[in-house]
């Protein structure tokens, strides 16, 4: 859908934004945008946020009564701050450099 394109776009177009990507649930790359995500990298990071996701879901369900769904995660690293927002179908991962 044109919102979709025009929403990610307009992600993308930040001058620290290195990446955008949407995955299913299941895991297969639905759209992505940026060098970061290019060809087998694009592939490890969609493997390594799903298991990001899924891990932080169980540990959630572990010390929250009656469990909890995760809205939003940000992930801070020496070079790169990683945003995912889970959904039930999809994940959204934006990847930006910090020192922008």
Known sequence: PPE?????????????????????????????????????????YAGVVKKIVDTCKVGLDDVVEGGDDIRFLRIRTRKYEIMISPDDRYLLVVVQDPAQ
């Open 4 to 44: 979709i394109e025009s929403t990610l776009n307009r992600i993308s177009a930040h001058r620290n934004v290195r990446g955008v990507m949407v995955l299913s649930r299941e895991g297969p790359i639905i759209r992505s945008t940026g060098a970061v995500f290019d060809g087998e990298q694009g592939r490890k």
